[in-house]
């Protein structure tokens, strides 16, 4: 292998090489390189089949993927546009500093966005168009911690005022004017449209986005355009898995609707990106092979006459020798040491700059600062056909703030400057600011009828008008199915055993044939739809394929074959959790970025939801999404023999911290339709920003009729399941609650203790704890703040409070999941809880529960026990009860077993 790359790497005969070249000079001069690159390919392909090895590099020289003389030129005024720009870094920076010399440390940063405000600039002015009566918008995803450049962006445009800007990061303080650290829709929703700052979920959603573009526009629910989704990261952020984990699916189904834009600053928080490599280079071909058009905007124009100088090639191998961390220190150290430590290397490059002073040299400038080269390249980009488009620009973080920052390793932190690195910061952008106003760091704006900000209005007004911007609702709503049209699923199955899992894909069936709502529906599932039962689904409405079924699939010759189809409604995302979440938060989302309200569906296994995607959880939460997530063969009994890493036993606890998730655990077929109804109500109907998680078992049992008057009862969170009846006077009396799969052996276990020791028991069914829990708090709250008002009962106590006996609560998840409503307990209310805590374990579903406490024989000793303290019942029945359900009292405690 050393022998072929050395022979690969000189060149043996340097005549025959330079008439090669010529040669394809005249093909590409009389031809273009579309022929030019067909016949290097023929002439690979010829030594390959004659058994050379050709080593493939995916990547490129060192240099602009774009030669100077095929740069789309910009027709914008450059001198203004760099004037605005100036002001741009000035406010930012201003922002930042002024909020850190307030009390409280609240913190912010400067150098990403000084290094990409060129970046911004140029798509501001240029490309980002708006959502107009003539096109649908594009989408921008801004790099989270470049928000203070955005905010300083629509000061000058009049958006945001100058008290808005003394209020970054002072939301409390602001009662609502307040701007958020970073992109958050949920505390600005009428600006920002997605959150980026959790680093990762900016590019993975991005792709995602792309994709569910080209769904509804094959689907025929919007018309196809040229919309663009710009998706700005950093290229430590490359590190993240989510940042590159998705991009092959870009590549592979050829989302030319995508820009990534990687703000190569080739620093990370700490350090550099790769000191001892190249970040452009690694990015390029990580991109390049995963099918995407990759344009590097590594040197600026200052750069182009060196380039066009450098005869012997000499500049182009030195610049591929050096690695990131040798830049970084050029930068940092100025002109002087540039030239002995990066062209002082040969004589030949020495020899390039000997005419140029040292502050020449240190304007040489990036790419990402040049504002000709960043448009050129965004103009190849948003020409790009059939691939996604990476632009690769090179900057230097921290660009401007000097000694304060530029191109230094803490330059991420800084976030103060000192009145020295202010005025040379001033005088380097030439803002109007005098010397005796420096210490207070003023904002600084033109006036409205200044020449810079009517150029930007101007620009704004004819890309549609101001970004970023959000819609709250789509124009469209539409009415719920009444919960009539879910009959099947309300009335009980008789005999007929199945699982709530198969009531879900009754349940969507059932809505998939709405006329007007069954269109909207988006079922996604990221692998094993069959496990769910949902392969009915393949041959009804198709799994989406963007270039159709080019095979017969080996299950054609049955009824549900895997069928898939450009016009599929279904999307099967393959073995990626976070990308079905991706694809859940595009449709969820469309009602706001595409006016489109879409209803989706994610089903996946639940102890992949919450624990494993649960940053994507929470941005949906910022996002305002609405739609289902379904968490199946939830809980840590019911999915039995799958062993600890797939049993969940807290997905509800992680569900219920996101404030707008309304969380259910239902048992029976009825339940999960009220849900169900109830939900796209408040989801489609009134266009409320929650969503929901729903847990659903592979467990086959009965289901009962839907009981009269039970509805609003489910929808709150808890109701009567079953009346033990009138109670007697001091007869021994227990409550029991429970949910999913458990509530049956709750059921069961109030059977026990009616016939073994004439206990009556009142059976509560609780969907949702979680919902229950907040309802109490809410009126616990309230009740504070109004100490003379008649005092609100929560709901739970409001139940319980006419019954007699202790209560005891059993669930499949942990205890603390049913422990939530302790505080709403009436006064004098024993409360027990029973759970799954512990790791999980392989078995049958009643050595399960046996092991963990929660099967009914656990459950009427606990009851026995609650009574026995309460004087009900005496101790010599627990221990019978003990005995005669045989429980291994010295089995240790599941928590650590």
């Known amino acids: 292998m050393d022998q072929i790359d050395d022979i690969l790497n000189q060149d043996l005969d340097p005549t025959e090489t330079r008439e090669w070249v010529e040669s394809l000079n005249a093909v590409i001069n009389h031809d273009g390189t579309e022929r030019a690159h067909f016949l290097l390919e023929r002439m690979v392909d010829s030594t390959r089949r004659s058994g050379g090895y050709l080593p493939f590099d995916p990547t490129t020289e060192y240099v602009n993927t774009i030669p100077p003389h095929m740069e ?393 008008g101001s970004l970023p911007q959000r819609r709250r609702k789509s124009d469209k709503s539409f009415t719920a199915p009444t919960l009539e049209a879910f009959e099947q699923i309300t009335k009980g199955t008789g005999e007929r055993e199945i699982s709530t899992t198969m009531a879900l894909v009754r349940g969507m069936n059932l809505m998939l044939r709405d006329k007007e709502l069954g269109p909207r529906v988006v079922p996604i599932v990221a692998d094993e739809a069959r496990t769910f039962g949902m392969e009915g689904m393949f041959r009804q409405i198709g799994i989406y394929a963007p270039f159709g079924q080019k095979y017969r699939p080996q299950d054609a010759d049955q009824l549900l074959y895997y069928r898939e189809d450009q016009k599929g409604q279904v999307l099967q995302e393959g073995i990626s959790e976070a990308g079905g979440m991706s694809a859940w938060l595009a449709a969820a989302t469309s ?56 049993e969940d036993g807290h997905s509800h606890l992680l569900s219920g911290a996101i404030p707008n998730v309304i969380s259910y655990d239902p048992t029976f077929s009825y339940e999960l339709a009220v849900i169900l109804q109830d939900g796209t109500r408040r989801m489609m109907q009134e266009q409320e920003d929650v969503y929901y998680y729903i847990t659903v078992m592979n467990e086959n049992y009965a289901h009962p009729d839907l009981p009269k008057g039970s509805e609003e009862g489910i929808v709150k969170g808890m109701y009567l399941f079953k009346d033990g009846g009138k109670a007697k006077k001091n007869e021994p009396r227990v409550q029991l609650l429970g949910s999913g799969t458990i509530l049956r052996e709750v059921i069961a276990a109030a059977e026990l203790l009616e016939k073994d020791f004439g206990v009556t028991s009142d059976i509560w069914s609780v969907p949702s704890f979680s919902e229950v829990r907040r309802e109490g708090f809410d009126a616990e709250r309230w009740n504070r703040l109004h100490p003379e008002a008649t005092q609100r009962v929560p709901y739970i106590t409001g139940l319980l409070g006419e019954r007699q006996g202790p209560a005891v609560a059993a669930t499949d998840y942990v205890r603390e999941f049913a422990d939530q409503v302790r505080a709403f307990m009436p006064d004098g209310m024993r409360y027990t809880v029973l759970g799954t805590d512990g790791f999980g374990r392989s078995d049958s579903r009643a050595n399960l529960r046996s092991h963990f406490e929660v099967d009914r024989y656990w459950i009427a000793h606990a009851a026995l026990a609650a009574l026995a303290k309460d004087g009900k019942v005496n101790a010599k029945d627990v221990s019978r009860a003990i005995k005669e359900y045989k429980l291994d009292v010295d089995k240790p405690n599941p928590l650590y077993a």
């Open 72 to 464: 789309a030129r910009s027709p914008g005024n450059a001198a203004i546009e760099w004037r605005i720009r100036s002001l741009i870094r000035w406010n930012a920076l201003a922002t930042v500093v002024r909020a850190n010399r307030k009390p409280g440390d609240l913190g912010g940063h400067i150098s990403s966005f000084a290094s990409s405000a060129t970046l911004y600039d140029v798509g501001f002015n240029h490309f980002w168009r708006a959502p107009s009566e003539d096109h649908p918008g594009d989408l921008v995803f801004h790099q989270g911690h470049s928000a203070p450049g955005v905010y300083a962006r629509s000061f000058l445009e009049g958006r945001i005022s100058e008290e808005q800007l003394d209020l970054f990061r002072m939301e409390v303080e602001g009662k609502g004017k307040g701007l958020s650290s970073y992109p958050h829709p949920y505390l600005m929703p009428d600006y920002w449209q997605v959150p980026t700052v959790s680093m990762g979920l900016g590019p993975i959603q991005a792709i995602y986005q792309a994709q569910f573009w080209k769904y509804l526009e094959h689907r025929g629910l919007i018309p196809k355009s040229d919309r663009k989704i710009w998706c700005f990261m950093g290229d430590g952020e490359s590190d993240e898995p989510e940042s590159l984990g998705a991009i092959s699916l870009a590549g592979r189904e050829g989302l030319d609707n995508l820009i990534f834009v990687i703000n190569c600053n080739l620093q990370r928080l700490d350090g550099p990106v790769r000191g001892n490599g190249k970040i452009i280079q690694e990015l390029e071909g990580v991109f390049r092979g995963a099918g995407w058009n990759a344009i590097k905007v590594a040197w600026g124009s200052y750069w182009d006459p060196l380039l066009a100088r450098d005869t012997t090639g000499k500049l182009r191998q030195l610049m591929m020798e050096t690695v990131d961390g040798e830049y970084q220190a050029c930068k940092a150290f100025g002109g002087a040491y540039t030239r002995e430590h990066f062209f002082g290397k040969y004589p030949e490059t020495a020899a390039l700059v000997a005419n140029m002073s040292d502050d020449d040299i240190w304007r040489l400038n990036r790419g990402g600062h040049d504002p000709h080269k960043v448009y050129a390249a965004y103009h190849a980009a948003v020409n790009t056909k059939g691939m996604p488009t990476v632009v690769l620009a090179k900057t230097v973080k921290g660009y401007g703030m000097g000694a304060a920052g530029e191109s230094q390793n803490p330059a991420h932190n800084q976030k103060k400057m000192d009145t020295d690195a202010i005025r040379a910061f001033r005088d380097r952008f030439n803002i109007p600011i005098p010397d005796d106003k420096l210490e207070e760091v003023p904002y600084y704006h033109p006036g409205k009828d200044s020449e810079e900000v009517q150029y930007m209005l101007e620009r704004r007004r004819a890309l549609g």
């Open 591 to 646: 009602y706001s970025i595409s006016n489109v309200a879409m209803l989706p569906f994610f089903i996946y296994y639940s102890m992949f939801g919450f624990q494993r995607i649960g940053d994507l959880c929470w941005a949906a939460g910022d996002m305002r999404a609405r739609g289902f997530l379904i968490g199946g063969t939830a809980g840590r009994t019911t999915l039995n023999g799958e062993g600890l890493q797939h």
